[in-house]
């Protein structure tokens, strides 16, 4: 999809914030029962407002400081965050959006009011983001983070609309204006992120446009998202079909409740299998031979450091050797697994476009190829591009790393004597910049729900808490 060329303004007499919801009510289902390990909150964030775009640099200001606040940000962090930049770099966002939409934006991320202000990120260090991302501080990666929530926020948006063609046009907008963002601040001298890319079935929209109810249209005009330059209607329609007929169209139907679900669960769910055409590939049967070969590689390794007595000798074992797993012996044990139309940045969020390595696959176990495939195949017809940004991998041959506590030390040397899920292939590391462990996650229910459906276990189940990591192992072996 081609990006929009400036930031979209407001036209005059637009309308001005209101605060009250739009389209039909929807609420996402809160039932704990429906994940092996809940996310909390359990519901995908809500999101009830359009876009209302403000007119000027100094309201936007005063709508992120308010929307800031909203989410209980203290007035002490917001005036640090402010003199770092922080509440400038939000314009073009607050701009377009208006505080009451940005409020429910900012919901999106899930985080606590101090990291508002204090923006995970995954470099090494505050001052190396800085130097290098370029930013005059760690405050404006707000900003990355922020423009992959705005297709989420109008996902939700299109499960207030009554008609497919309104929710599809929904879906596409969330798209279209985090692109016109980007792209706009470039303009204003802003750093080019990397953002997640756009479905398969997002379109920009024709004039003359689709039949739409009228509300849509005028968010549609007001925020600038029309292309009057071309009419591509065919176009449209034929992605409006894609979607529409394909499982993100499903899922919309069951979410709203349109379709009911064969298996009887109810509307608003984040996840539901059978909007899969070909299912979900049968879970493994574990361990298989391959694993059994990379255990004995691992017990030699492990007997090669000899009494694991200090941090030392523990870390030694906590490195990546995976040379010792991708020997010609090991050649049909890994396998690459395509991530779909899935983008995810290799071990840092943000990232300038273009400049860090983008991951398209990652090396797995080979029994695992095709439900890990599967897996992103359907992440990515569905349009959760945005929902997963990053990954710090998936195979590595290491051994278990708790975090050091002094007076837990043994516990720390027998884990790391312990082959890691990774070792085999077997785990994969999501959004880790934001999701640290043992701290409460931040990661979308929905994505909890798919990999849980994928046979995937959450991370945030283990004893020390590791809500980034997902594996197809932990319950066969323990
Ligand atoms: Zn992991």
Same mark, same amino acid.
């Given at each position: 999809?081609?990006?929009?060329?400036?930031?979209?303004?407001?036209?005059?007499?637009?309308?001005?914030?209101?605060?009250?919801?739009?389209?039909?009510?929807?609420?996402?289902?809160?039932?704990?029962?429906?994940?092996?390990?809940?996310?909390?909150?359990?519901?995908? =964030?809500?999101?009830? $407002?359009?876009?209302?775009?403000? *007119?000027?640099?100094? /309201? %936007?200001?005063?709508?992120? #400081?308010? !929307? +800031?606040?909203?989410?209980?940000?203290?007035?002490?962090?917001? =005036?640090?965050?402010? $003199?770092?930049?922080?509440?400038? *770099?939000?314009?073009? /966002? %607050?701009?377009?959006?208006? #505080?009451? !939409? +940005?409020?429910?934006?900012?919901?999106?991320?899930?985080?606590?009011?101090?990291?508002?202000?204090?923006?995970?990120?995954?470099?090494?260090?505050?001052?190396?983001?800085?130097?290098?991302?370029?930013?005059?501080?760690?405050?404006?990666?707000?900003?990355?983070?922020?423009?992959?929530?705005?297709?989420?926020?109008?996902?939700?948006?299109?499960?207030?609309?009554?008609?497919?063609?309104?929710?599809?046009?929904?879906?596409?907008?969330?798209?279209?204006?985090?692109?016109?963002?980007?792209?706009?601040?470039?303009?204003?001298?802003?750093?080019?992120?990397?953002?997640?890319?756009?479905?398969?079935?997002?379109?920009?929209?024709?004039?003359?446009?689709?039949?739409?109810?009228?509300?849509?249209?005028?968010?549609?005009?007001?925020?600038?998202?029309?292309?009057?330059?071309?009419?591509?209607?065919?176009?449209?329609?034929?992605?409006?079909?894609?979607?529409?007929?394909?499982?993100?169209?499903?899922?919309?139907?069951?979410?709203?409740?349109?379709?009911?679900?064969?298996?009887?669960?109810?509307?608003?769910?984040?996840?539901?299998?059978?909007?899969?055409?070909?299912?979900?590939?049968?879970?493994?049967?574990?361990?298989?031979?391959?694993?059994?070969?990379?255990?004995?590689?691992?017990?030699?390794?492990?007997?090669?450091?000899?009494?694991?007595?200090?941090?030392?000798?523990?870390?030694?074992?906590?490195?990546?050797?995976?040379?010792?797993?991708?020997?010609?012996?090991?050649?049909?044990?890994?396998?690459?697994?395509?991530?779909?139309?899935?983008?995810?940045?290799?071990?840092?969020?943000?990232?300038?476009?273009?400049?860090?390595?983008?991951?398209?696959?990652?090396?797995?176990?080979?029994?695992?190829?095709?439900?890990?495939?599967?897996?992103?195949?359907?992440?990515?017809?569905?349009?959760?591009?945005?929902?997963?940004?990053?990954?710090?991998?998936?195979?590595?041959?290491?051994?278990?790393?708790?975090?050091?506590?002094?007076?837990?030390?043994?516990?720390?040397?027998?884990?790391?004597?312990?082959?890691?899920?990774?070792?085999?292939?077997?785990?994969?590391?999501?959004?880790?910049?934001?999701?640290?462990?043992?701290?409460?996650?931040?990661?979308?229910?929905?994505?909890?729900?798919?990999?849980?459906?994928?046979?995937?276990?959450?991370?945030?189940?283990?004893?020390?808490?590791?809500?980034?990591?997902?594996?197809?192992?932990?319950?066969?072996?323990?």
């Amino acid at each position: 999809m081609a990006a929009q060329s400036a930031v979209p303004g407001p036209e005059p007499g637009s309308s001005s914030p209101s605060g009250a919801a739009w389209g039909k009510d929807y609420q996402a289902n809160s039932d704990r029962r429906y994940f092996r390990t809940p996310p909390s909150p359990v519901a995908v =964030s809500p999101a009830t $407002q359009l876009p209302s775009p403000v *007119a000027s640099d100094v /309201i %936007a200001k005063k709508c992120a #400081e308010n !929307a +800031l606040a909203t989410c209980g940000v203290s007035k002490d962090q917001l =005036s640090s965050f402010s $003199q770092d930049g922080g509440v400038d *770099a939000l314009v073009p /966002i %607050a701009r377009l959006f208006g #505080e009451a !939409a +940005l409020t429910e934006l900012f919901g999106r991320l899930r985080y606590p009011p101090d990291r508002l202000v204090a923006p995970f990120h995954g470099y090494d260090g505050d001052a190396n983001a800085i130097r290098q991302l370029g930013v005059r501080s760690t405050a404006v990666l707000l900003v990355p983070r922020l423009l992959a929530c705005i297709p989420g926020h109008f996902r939700q948006l299109a499960r207030r609309t009554e008609m497919p063609e309104e929710a599809h046009a929904m879906e596409c907008l969330g798209w279209i204006l985090m692109y016109a963002l980007r792209t706009g601040m470039r303009r204003v001298k802003q750093p080019a992120w990397w953002v997640p890319p756009a479905p398969a079935f997002a379109a920009e929209y024709p004039d003359p446009g689709p039949p739409l109810a009228d509300t849509i249209s005028q968010v549609i005009r007001t925020t600038g998202s029309v292309d009057t330059t071309l009419k591509k209607f065919p176009i449209y329609r034929r992605l409006f079909s894609r979607w529409d007929s394909g499982i993100a169209g499903s899922m919309w139907r069951m979410e709203t409740g349109a379709r009911k679900s064969q298996f009887g669960f109810p509307p608003g769910l984040p996840f539901y299998p059978e909007v899969l055409p070909n299912g979900i590939p049968r879970d493994m049967k574990l361990p298989t031979p391959s694993m059994q070969r990379i255990d004995a590689v691992w017990l030699a390794r492990v007997r090669s450091v000899g009494a694991v007595d200090s941090k030392d000798k523990a870390d030694i074992l906590r490195k990546c050797g995976n040379s010792a797993v991708t020997s010609n012996e090991f050649a049909n044990a890994f396998a690459s697994a395509s991530l779909g139309g899935i983008r995810l940045t290799a071990d840092r969020f943000p990232v300038l476009d273009g400049r860090r390595q983008i991951l398209h696959r990652v090396t797995v176990l080979a029994q695992a190829a095709p439900t890990i495939t599967a897996l992103f195949e359907a992440l990515a017809a569905l349009g959760w591009n945005d929902l997963l940004l990053e990954s710090a991998g998936t195979l590595c041959f290491r051994g278990v790393k708790l975090k050091w506590i002094a007076t837990k030390a043994e516990r720390y040397y027998k884990a790391a004597q312990r082959l890691s899920t990774h070792g085999y292939g077997l785990a994969i590391d999501v959004n880790d910049f934001e999701n640290p462990k043992v701290a409460p996650p931040v990661i979308d229910p929905r994505i909890v729900a798919i990999f849980e459906a994928f046979h995937f276990d959450w991370g945030l189940s283990f004893p020390e808490t590791d809500p980034h990591h997902f594996d197809l192992v932990r319950r066969v072996f323990n």
